[in-house]
């Protein structure tokens, strides 16, 4: 369940936005993505990780569920 970057609150879909059932902020998808990744890299870097370790963790992260995904599709 997705949670509003502003309040914290319930966000349902409601085509072709997303809406916060708290404070009725509504975003597309691609936005909450965007401000979510946003949120990570500067909660990271506020634990002392580099720009290098976040960017190689986050390839990994790509890499092993590209894996995954190419391994399910085998079967």
Same mark, same amino acid.
């Given at each position: 369940?997705?949670? @509003?970057? /502003? *309040? &914290?609150?319930?966000? %349902?879909?409601?085509?072709?936005?997303? #809406? @916060?059932? /708290? *404070? &009725?902020?509504?975003? %597309?998808?691609?936005?909450?993505?965007? #401000?979510?990744?946003?949120?990570?890299?500067?909660? %990271?870097?506020?634990?002392?990780?580099?720009?290098?370790?976040?960017?190689?963790?986050?390839?990994?992260?790509?890499?092993?569920?590209?894996?995954?995904?190419?391994?399910?599709?085998?079967?």
């Amino acid at each position: 369940m997705a949670r @509003c970057p /502003d *309040c &914290g609150g319930e966000v %349902k879909y409601k085509a072709p936005f997303m #809406v @916060c059932l /708290d *404070c &009725g902020l509504s975003f %597309k998808r691609g936005e909450l993505d965007n #401000v979510k990744t946003t949120v990570r890299n500067e909660q %990271k870097k506020i634990v002392g990780e580099s720009t290098e370790e976040i960017e190689r963790k986050d390839r990994e992260r790509k890499r092993a569920y590209h894996d995954w995904y190419m391994k399910k599709e085998d079967k």
